[in-house]
């Protein structure tokens, strides 16, 4: 016999063993259950708590990724507007220095048009070279080419002697101008073939032409231009260019006037 106290009234029972034990055995069971149940619910708070910290660094660390992600990106757009600006600037730059050039020779042009009023080129040419033809040409020859027998002739005839009276120079010059009807639109490689027919049939050695003809090409604004590897000894020229270049071959041919010089004397004992 077990002896037990009522919790309510305070009176004291006893009671079989087994029944004790039944007694006991129930109140054993609830405070596991209920521990059980504590601790389930612990463990489901634990494993909330868990979730939702692993949530919080996955999305800090999206977060992180898609700032540096957006960070790259406005440096990649950055760095294409500072190429793409830099690209702008070199062609301005480009087109700058080109309208200068443009404005240079249009104004040139503009200058020269001015000075040669009521005058053609060939008379410019001409008036030029009687201004020096004393003291640097004494004894050159250069006329108008009137000989047409051939079908065509050129505008002028240069012809250089020595003092012996050998000729050691002689030029074929055609001068062209943008403003004359004739040559209107067309290039200066339109006139190549003219040119070299009639140095050859007026036995010159070189030909010449003088040219305001595509102003805006580079390459005949350079200087003097040899277009030997399409006719043979031919010269294109700006008008400013038209005495230098004969002073050239004029310099470049007294260094063989001294073989030719032998050679009439040759000629003439034979």
């Known amino acids: 016999m077990k002896e ?40 489901q708070s634990e494993k909330k708590t868990a979730v939702e910290l692993a949530e919080a660094k996955k999305n800090a660390e999206l977060l992180g990724l898609q700032a540096e ?26 087109l700058t220095k080109k309208d200068e050039e443009i404005a240079y020779y249009k104004d040139y042009k503009a200058k020269l048009s001015t000075k040669m009023v009521g005058e053609t080129l060939e008379q410019h040419c001409e008036i030029e070279f009687e201004k020096v033809r004393a003291m640097a040409f004494p004894r050159a020859y250069f006329a108008k080419d009137n000989d047409a027998k ?3 002739k050129g505008d002028y005839i240069f012809k250089d002697f ?14 062209k101008n943008e403003a004359d009807e004739t040559a209107t639109k067309k290039k200066n490689e339109d006139f190549f073939k003219e040119l070299d027919k009639d140095r050859t049939e007026k036995g010159c050695e070189y030909a010449v032409l003088v040219s305001l003809l595509e102003l805006d090409n580079d390459l005949y604004n350079t200087g003097i231009v040899d277009v030997s590897h399409k006719y043979p000894k031919m ?36």
């Open 4 to 43: 037990i106290t009522c919790p309510s009234c305070g009176k004291d029972f006893n009671i079989e063993d087994s029944g004790y034990s039944d007694i006991v055995s129930q109140i054993r069971n609830e405070e596991f259950t209920r521990d059980l149940d504590e601790r389930l619910k612990l463990a």
């Open 69 to 94: 992600l957006d960070r790259l990106k406005s440096l990649e757009e950055m760095n294409i507007t500072l190429a793409v600006s830099k690209v702008k600037e070199e062609l301005a730059s480009q």
């Open 150 to 152: 051939s079908g065509s």
């Open 162 to 175: 020595s003092e012996e009276g050998i000729e050691f120079l002689s030029i074929m010059f055609e001068m």
């Open 235 to 270: 010269y294109v020229v700006r008008p400013q260019f038209f005495l230098p270049l004969i002073s050239l071959l004029r310099n470049a041919s007294q260094n063989a006037l001294e073989y030719k010089t032998e050679l009439e004397i040759v000629k003439e004992q034979n």
